[in-house]
């Protein structure tokens, strides 16, 4: 039972390098999430969705897209990279409102 | 906004020490509280979870109650191990569901043998 996937593990960019971060999940949850992890600042919400279709911003979503064709996967993609944007990224699915977040390894992305 | 305030640490104990790790939320309706835990190069998982007032959560000896006059949520463990050295995260959600969770910064643990 593979969970919460995430690709690529570790990913170093250029500044200004565009890129997709994969998630795809195989519990066939309706909501997933994007979060990013900063020393000191715990996790913050990027971008969500609810169903395939459905996207909706959170806390910190400027210069990041999502999108979500299918009940699997949840893409996150940088535009332009900055270095204002080298974090730890998660991602996460819950099987309905009050279902449990279960979280993939994270994908440590650095831009230089 | 919503909003998770919890211990910084980082917190380093002996084996068979007692923990708490204090957490106070400021939400505009009543939230789901949360205690999620990281181990080194992982995800986060959930620990426990309280969804109305005076519920207490509670899984591998780890233990939270639900106060809303105090808007609090510690987490507390008797006796800790050296296999509970981790990062643990105090979150809510409030209104919304598991897709939109507000966390506290993270309380770093280390027990010692």
């Known amino acids: 039972n593979a969970g919460v996937t995430q690709t690529p593990k570790f990913q170093v960019l250029k500044t200004g390098q565009s890129m997709t971060l994969q998630c795809a999940q195989d519990m066939n949850h309706e909501y997933m999430s994007w979060y990013r992890q900063d020393p000191g600042m715990g996790l913050r919400l990027i971008h969500y969705?609810?169903?395939?279709?459905?996207?909706d911003q959170g806390e910190v979503p400027n210069g990041y897209n999502v999108s979500r064709s299918t009940t699997e996967d949840f893409p996150l993609r940088l535009l332009s990279a900055a270095p204002s944007q080298t974090s730890v990224y998660f991602c996460?699915?819950?099987?309905?409102?009050?279902?449990?977040?279960?979280f993939g390894q994270g994908t440590r992305l650095t831009v230089v | 906004g919503d909003s998770v305030t919890q211990m910084e640490g980082p917190v380093t104990l002996s084996e068979e020490a007692c923990l708490t790790i204090?957490?106070?939320?400021?939400?505009?309706?009543?939230?789901?509280l949360f205690w999620y835990v990281q181990y080194p190069g992982e995800g986060l998982q959930l620990l426990l979870k309280a969804t109305k007032a005076d519920d207490k959560g509670s899984n591998k000896g780890f233990e939270a109650t639900y106060r809303k006059e105090t808007t609090s949520f510690h987490l507390e463990k008797g006796s800790v191990q050296v296999s509970d050295s981790a990062v643990y995260f105090c979150?809510?959600?409030?209104?919304?569901?598991?897709?939109?969770?507000?966390f506290g910064k993270g309380t770093k643990l280390t027990v010692n043998p």
């Open positions: 979150a809510l959600s409030d209104g919304g569901g598991s897709e939109k969770l507000v």
């Open positions: 969705s609810v169903g395939a279709g459905i996207t």
């Open positions: 996460a699915s819950s099987y309905g409102r009050q279902g449990e977040a279960f």
């Open positions: 204090n957490c106070t939320y400021t939400a505009t309706g009543y939230p789901s």
